[in-house]
């Protein structure tokens, strides 16, 4: 199958829940993101180089937005979605820089794998594929990366019930409130993830990761 991405496609869900899955999405007229950029978590950070995991819960169901990748919109797109504001509001505080835009991508990059459970979407429908068979695919996903130390950085109940299987005491996990603004100013707000992940990573002998990026 040419569409499975590398590194990553021997998982089961390919074989056994994937097919069924992409004839569904492929007889809807419109799902987010489009299918070029269905897999893109998985393409830009292969199960190697995974050091951070982040896990949003389904792309944003706004046309021109969702991008593959978890809290991540194009680079062009000037007005972010609040949960992404309250993010880099975060950063500042946090270690005193944010991104120039919402592309997240360099992130993905150094290895921060930004996974959604559920990988689609329809337009103006939130969570709307929540039931559609992509947990298989999140467990399956979680379960390889927690095999080595990594960094479990979980924001709001359904991000920490997914991962809390796979939890080990070599990982570092964080969980706070969601950064939405209806639960950000519930534990998001002064938690200083992103340093503290990069103490973790720097006590490990690992490299940091450049969460600031190009900045303006």
């Given amino acids: 199958m040419s569409d499975l991405p590398e590194g990553w496609g021997d998982l089961p869900f390919f074989s056994a829940g994937w097919p069924a899955l992409r004839d569904r999405l492929a007889a809807r007229p419109a799902v987010l993101p489009g299918?070029?950029?269905?897999?893109?978590?998985?393409?830009?950070?292969?199960?190697?180089?995974?050091?951070?995991?982040?896990?949003?819960?389904?792309?944003?169901?706004?046309?021109?937005?969702?991008?593959?990748?978890?809290?991540?919109?194009?680079?062009?797109?000037?007005?972010?979605?609040?949960?992404?504001?309250?993010?880099?509001?975060?950063?500042?505080?946090?270690?005193?820089?944010?991104?120039?835009?919402?592309?997240?991508?360099?992130?993905?990059?150094?290895?921060?794998?930004?996974?959604?459970?559920?990988?689609?979407?329809?337009?103006?429908?939130?969570?709307?594929?929540?039931?559609?068979?992509?947990t298989a695919l999140v467990d399956e996903v979680l379960g390889r990366v927690a095999q080595r130390p990594c960094a479990f950085l979980l924001w709001g109940r359904h991000a920490q019930k997914i991962a809390a299987p796979h939890l080990r005491p070599d990982h570092l996990v964080i969980e706070t409130a969601h950064p939405s603004p209806l639960s950000a100013r519930r534990g998001f707000f002064g938690s200083r993830p992103f340093g503290r992940i990069n103490e973790w990573l720097e006590a490990r002998g690992d490299p940091r990761v450049d969460w600031c990026g190009p900045t303006v």
């Avoid at 190697?48 to 062009?76: K, M, N």
């Avoid at 993905?108 to 794998?113: F, I, N, P, S, T």
């Avoid at 930004?114 to 429908?125: I, K, Q, Y």
């Fill in 35 to 134: 299918p070029e950029l269905r897999f893109r978590a998985l393409e830009l950070t292969l199960p190697e180089a995974v050091r951070v995991v982040i896990l949003g819960q389904d792309p944003y169901p706004t046309p021109g937005h969702a991008t593959g990748l978890a809290f991540s919109v194009p680079p062009d797109l000037k007005k972010l979605p609040r949960s992404l504001n309250n993010i880099f509001a975060e950063m500042r505080d946090d270690i005193g820089c944010a991104p120039a835009s919402g592309d997240l991508s360099h992130w993905a990059e150094q290895g921060v794998l930004l996974l959604n459970t559920a990988l689609s979407v329809e337009p103006g429908e939130a969570g709307g594929h929540a039931r559609w068979g992509w």
